[in-house]
Every structure is written in structure tokens, then in C-alpha cells.
């Protein structure tokens, strides 16, 4: 038989084959981190970049900062209530007690001027200010009560019949003139403030004035602003 010389074969490349060259591969491998690398890393890193040479160069006085320029009395009511917020419960105790003192002292001050801003709300008002200058102008009977008690009381206690019946009798006369006194009061002050306070509320101002004319007129509060027999 003849000897017939082998000839290599050689295979030529077929759709969805691999190469045939295989060794070009295995020395040059393609990095696997190439392939799977995720593109949010490559779009950030620009971005970031970005922003930081972006920061480093200094803006421009001109253009303009997105918002409106606060006006130097707000920012300076910010910056006030920034200083004064408090920061603990302890301070925050501490400025209410502070605050309520302050209150009080003004308070007491306006009771001794007059001074409408800080007066309590049940002496407030041009109707109550009427009420106590038309009690403050005038002599009342219920305001001379306390002395008058003292001096009857002490005629009670003496070990004399006379003296006795005679402080019985001082009882019913001083309850009976200030009865009549203080119907009287009330009548005219109440026409007055009709008069002059047609659209006002006078609800309670009566019984106000009445409760006034009780105390002695040292005693009173708000201070007397009126003297006795000036027209209010």
C-alpha cells in the first residue's frame, strides 16, 4: 500500500464558534473589572469634579444668590431670636420667671399711675376708668364702713348696757345709710355711662364702681386719678 502524507486540517471559523486561535487570548486576557464595572461610578466621578473646582473658584459679586436679601431690622430680629432661644429646660424656667416678674412690676407700676397698657383686664377700659373717677370724685358712705366697724365693736365689748344698745343702734344706721348710698351711686352711674358710653359694653361696671367705694380711698387701686369734687 502507498503511504499517503497526513496534511494538518484546518477548521475555519463558524458562526457561533469560538476562535480557533486561542493562545493570542491566554496571553492577553481581557480584565474582568473592565466588564462589570458600573457606570454610576464613571458618571459620579465627573460630576464630583465638577463641584469641587466648581467650589474653589469665587463667585461673582453680580450674579445673583436665588434668594432675596433680607431687610437689616429682620436680620437683626433673627439673629435676636437665635440669641434668645433658650437651651435648656432650666434656662427656658428661669425666663419665664423673669418675664412673669417683669410683667408683675409693670403691672404694679400702672396700678399706682394709671397706665392703661398694663393694667389687669378687669380695671381696663374706658367704662371702668369713668366707673372709678366717678366713685374717686365724691364722698361714699361705704368707704368710712371699716373705721366705723372698729368703733362700734369696741362700744360692744364695753360692760354697759347703754354703750351696748347704743353700737346696736350705730350697726343698723351706718347699714342703712350705705344701702341708700350705694342704690344711689348706682342709679346715677349707670345713667352716666349710658350717656356717655352708648356703643360701649358696660356689663359689670355697677357692681365694679360699688366694690370700689368699700375701700378707703388711700387704699384704692388703680390710684385715685381725680380729686374729690372734680367732675370726671
Do not use: H
Request: charged share 30%.
Amino acid at each position: 500500500m502507498r503511504n499517503v502524507p497526513s496534511v494538518p486540517l484546518q477548521t475555519y471559523g463558524v458562526a457561533g464558534s469560538f476562535p480557533t486561535r486561542t493562545s493570542s487570548n491566554r496571553q492577553n486576557p481581557v480584565p474582568l473589572g473592565f466588564v462589570f464595572r458600573s457606570r454610576a461610578k464613571e458618571e459620579k466621578a465627573p460630576a464630583d469634579k465638577a463641584q469641587v473646582t466648581d467650589s474653589k473658584q469665587p463667585r461673582d459679586p453680580q450674579a445673583p444668590k436665588g434668594r432675596p436679601t433680607p431687610k437689616r431690622s429682620e436680620a437683626q430680629t433673627q439673629r435676636r431670636s437665635v440669641a434668645n432661644t433658650p437651651t435648656t429646660r432650666k434656662e427656658a424656667a428661669k425666663r419665664q420667671r423673669d418675664a412673669r416678674r417683669e410683667a408683675m412690676d409693670k403691672q404694679r407700676q400702672a396700678l399706682a399711675s394709671g397706665d392703661e397698657r398694663y393694667l389687669p383686664a378687669r380695671d381696663k377700659g374706658p367704662v371702668r376708668r369713668f366707673a372709678r373717677d366717678f366713685v374717686d370724685s365724691r364722698f361714699c358712705i361705704a368707704e368710712f364702713f371699716l373705721p366705723l366697724a372698729v368703733v362700734i365693736l369696741v362700744l360692744s365689748m364695753v360692760r354697759v348696757g347703754a354703750l351696748q344698745n347704743i353700737a346696736l343702734l350705730l350697726w343698723l344706721v351706718v347699714i342703712a345709710l350705705i344701702v341708700v348710698d350705694s342704690i344711689g351711686i348706682a342709679i346715677r352711674l349707670k345713667k352716666q355711662l349710658n350717656a356717655r358710653f352708648p356703643d360701649l359694653p358696660k356689663k359689670g361696671a355697677v357692681a365694679y364702681a360699688l366694690m370700689r367705694t368699700l375701700q378707703m380711698r388711700r387704699l384704692r387701686l388703680p390710684k385715685p386719678q381725680v380729686k374729690r369734687g372734680e367732675r370726671p
